[in-house]
Nanobody, 120 residues
Framework: QVQLVESGGGLVQPGGSLRLSCAAS????????MGWYRQAPGKQRELVAS???????NYADSVKGRFTVSRDNAMSTVSLQMSSLKPEDTAVYYC??????????????WGQGTQVTVSS
């Protein structure tokens, strides 16, 4: 059974920092691209950051220079270090694992999400 379990969300003041973690089980972690997505109320889910098996990273323009994604293959975890947080970063943050399949398909799994609220 595949499980992605996020932790580390919470309430933080503008300008503050938070570190999210996602622990994966039931998959061969090392071959999956790991991503962090977020969904704010009334908005679509969007990619925040991702890291490939080769440690290539990708960031949304809105978080470049403020967020850092990293993976620990030995522990099957992926983390998102968030700094200089803004109220517009408020959302539910989801961990995703994905791997390309044949014919352009993709296998992906999602965590249950963790709430991040940036407010004074």
């Amino acid at each position: 059974q595949v499980q992605l379990v996020e932790s580390g969300g919470g309430l933080v003041q503008p300008g503050g920092s938070l570190r999210l973690s996602c622990a994966a089980s039931g998959i061969r972690f090392i071959i999956y691209t790991m991503g962090w997505y977020r969904q704010a109320p009334g908005k679509q889910r969007e990619l925040v950051a991702s890291v490939t098996p080769g440690d290539r990273t990708n960031y949304a323009d809105s978080v470049k220079g403020r967020f850092t994604v990293s993976r620990d293959n030995a522990m099957s975890t992926v983390s998102l270090q968030m700094s200089s947080l803004k109220p517009e970063d408020t959302a539910v943050y989801y961990c995703q694992s994905s791997i390309p399949l044949a014919q352009g398909n993709e296998r992906s799994y999602w965590g249950q999400g963790t709430q991040v609220t940036v407010s004074s």
